[in-house]
Nanobody, 125 residues
């Protein structure tokens, strides 16, 4: 069992930066692939970024955030962060942290096993 708690959301202007953090409980955090998803009002939940469980951290990003967002993890602290730069109004959404026990990294939210409660990010123009 893993419990995830996101923090760091807020209201910013276009072009600003935010850093989201997800704190995980449990002693097996390092064995989970971790991801960030987001959901805007009236839209489906969409993949943002994920990072592998291994010591050689493989990360991948949605095309809409590539080059602006960076995902990282600290297995000693049981945290996974999302650094978001050059924010745009289209980035406005509730951002969710998720953990996956499977072997393969995936962008499919239905394959993630644990979710946080979400944190709101609002970017004004």
């Amino acid at each position: 069992q893993v419990q995830l708690v996101e923090s760091g959301g807020g209201l910013v202007q276009a072009g600003d930066s935010l850093r989201l953090s997800c704190a995980a409980s449990g002693r097996t955090f390092s064995s989970y692939n971790m991801a960030w998803f987001r959901q805007a009002p009236g839209k489906e939940r969409e993949f943002v970024a994920h990072i592998s469980r291994s010591n050689i951290y493989y990360a991948d990003y949605a095309g809409s955030v590539k080059g602006r967002f960076t995902i990282s993890r600290d297995n000693a602290k049981n945290t996974v962060d999302l650094q978001m730069n050059s924010l745009k109004p289209d980035d406005t959404a509730v951002y969710y942290c998720a953990a996956q026990r499977g072997l393969r990294l995936t962008r499919d939210p239905t394959l993630y096993d644990y979710w946080g409660q979400g944190t709101q990010v609002t970017v004004s123009s």
